[in-house]
């Protein structure tokens, strides 16, 4: 199973951001996915997740903001992230799993400027 994110970097606040999260090696219509984030000295928080039959969820700091989809297709998970604040400044990680994420990415960093 490989998980690989890309598309973090430095944007302004108010700015936006698309992370992707290429995905091999699973069933992955099968599966649930997740992007979860960490700062130093942090536990990793959940940002949004998507199971197989597309139920969303969000962590409450993000909604309204962000948006997680898949593509079935392309083995693909996306996080669309607008109105970015400084602190959404964190590495964002691409998790999954089948009702528990097992696998993950080695995580992609987002910095926020104010």
């Known amino acids: 199973v490989q998980l690989v994110e890309s598309g973090g970097g430095l944007e302004e606040a108010g700015g936006s951001l698309r992370l992707s999260c290429t995905v091999s090696g699973v069933i992955f219509r099968t599966f649930w996915f997740a992007w979860y984030r960490q700062t130093p000295g942090k536990q990793r928080e959940m940002v949004a997740s998507i199971t197989d039959t597309f139920n969303i969820n969000y962590a409450d700091s993000v909604k309204g903001r962000f948006t997680i989809s898949r593509d079935n297709a392309k083995s693909m998970v996306y996080l669309q992230m607008n109105s970015l604040k400084p602190e959404d400044t964190a590495v964002y990680y691409c998790?999954?799993?089948?009702?528990?994420?097992?696998?993950w990415g080695q995580g992609t960093q987002v910095t926020v400027s104010s």
């Open positions: 998790g999954a799993g089948q009702y528990a994420y097992r696998y």
